[in-house]
């Protein structure tokens, strides 16, 4: 049983890296007004780098003088890979539903070290906020997101008051967090392909189910019930924690997809996967 769960996850996966190759590939195809500006920098390294994707409506957003809900996402890759560029459809998915939208490319191992693609997500989140009102974003109700390793950065985030006060963001804009199969509870220091990651790190925790005492904004934690590459309890263990502590979390699991399908069923084509959209709106909120 196992080595056939094991066997369907690695198609999964090779299905999900081929998806998402062609998913980079659409959205350079895009209509320039599909999206918003692309490649802004929001700090001086080369991957210091964000998109933004704007609903319809945000002209009269602007117009009227009110503003909608931000959401930004936080790819994943393990620390390691991974490009805003291939995650366009979430921009797309998110921005439909009346939000303004913003994918965030952050520095990867081994140019750098935890925590500094925490800081990196901190400093792009700073950007978001003295910069969205122009594109008719809300920079008081700001929504974070991530998959996978971008989802550990996003519960750090919400969780450890540090990077975001670090950043000069105060943490009442932030109205909430979602996380698609992140790693919460894990010890990446005992990870041997992890370990030099998040080796000798100045920050005491790395571990966002370890800060859940310090307040925050409401969770809510999507898991895959075939994830083999980031175990299912990751998203209940923090959400229980977080609870204990006083938090607001929600947790559900979406048992026949795996970890790479989780963020494949925010596109268009591929919803019928998992309700992983409506349960975010439901979540968020009205624009």
Request: glycine content about 12%; overall charge positive.
């Amino acid at each position: 049983m196992v080595g056939a769960l094991r066997a369907y996850n690695a198609v999964m996966q090779s299905f999900a890296r081929a998806f998402l190759i062609l998913a980079s590939l659409a959205v350079l195809a895009a209509p320039a007004s599909a999206r918003g500006p692309r490649d802004v920098a929001y700090g001086p390294d080369p991957r210091h780098r964000l998109d933004l994707f704007l609903p319809a409506s945000e002209a009269a957003a602007r117009a009227t003088g009110t503003p909608r809900k931000t959401l930004i996402f936080i790819h994943g890759g393990g620390w390691r890979r991974g490009t805003k560029d291939r995650y366009g459809f979430v921009g797309r998915s998110f921005s439909q539903a009346g939000y303004v939208v913003v994918l965030v490319n952050y520095r990867l191992y081994p140019q750098v070290r935890f925590p500094a693609f925490v800081d990196d997500a901190a400093r792009a989140v700073a950007w978001v906020r003295t910069n969205v009102r122009r594109y008719g974003g809300d920079p008081d109700r700001i929504y974070l997101m991530g998959h996978s390793a971008g989802a550990h950065i996003a519960a750090l985030l919400a969780l450890d008051p540090h990077y975001l006060g670090a950043a000069g963001v105060p943490r009442t804009a932030i109205g909430g967090m979602i996380g698609l199969a992140g790693p919460y509870v894990f010890h990446p220091e005992r990870v041997p392909r992890l370990a030099p990651i998040f080796a000798a790190h100045p920050r005491p925790n790395a571990r966002p189910v370890a800060v859940t005492d310090n307040g925050g904004p409401p969770l809510l934690l999507l898991s895959a019930g075939l994830d083999m590459v980031v175990g299912r309890r990751n998203g209940p263990g923090l959400a229980a924690a977080y609870r204990r502590a006083g938090g607001r979390a929600t947790a559900r699991s979406y048992p026949a997809i795996g970890h790479g399908q989780i963020v494949i069923a925010i596109s268009e084509f591929f919803q019928g996967l998992a309700p992983v959209v409506p349960d975010v709106v439901k979540f968020i909120g009205k624009p």
